[in-house]
Nanobody, 124 residues
Framework: QLRLVESGGGLVRPGGSLTLSCAAS????????IGWFRQAPGKEREGLSC???????LNRDAVKGRFTISRDIDKNTVYLQMNNLKLEDTAVYYC??????????????????WGQGTQVTVST
């Protein structure tokens, strides 16, 4: 059974950077598309970025140019590099996996394997 564990969250000042990791165990991520999502208090879960099984990224406009998704097949891990963080980026960040042949999606309903989340707080 595939298990996902996020790490790398923390407290950062506006304009700072963080790199989140999504480490998989139990199964290889080959064949899975991976997505990153976040949920702020009182708001719905929001899709941010995803990466296909072949490494093709897709980024939503809200994070385009600031966030970069990547995957390391050997480490069975997907990363989300976040730069120029803003106050409104404060949220719990989740990764999720979908068995998918082509492409990827930032629609959360497509995913059925989720991590437990990691808190990112952007504050002065």
């Amino acid at each position: 059974q595939l298990r996902l564990v996020e790490s790398g969250g923390g407290l950062v000042r506006p304009g700072g950077s963080l790199t989140l990791s999504c480490a998989a165990s139990g199964r290889t991520l080959n064949g899975y598309a991976i997505g990153w999502f976040r949920q702020a208090p009182g708001k719905e879960r929001e899709g941010l970025s995803c990466i296909s099984r072949t490494g093709e990224p897709l980024n939503r406009d809200a994070v385009k140019g600031r966030f970069t998704i990547s995957r390391d097949i050997d480490k069975n891990t997907v990363y989300l590099q976040m730069n120029n963080l803003k106050l409104e980026d404060t949220a719990v960040y989740y990764c999720a996996a979908e068995w998918r042949t082509l492409g990827c999606t930032t629609y959360s309903g497509a995913y059925n394997n989720w991590g437990q989340g990691t808190q990112v707080t952007v504050s002065t």
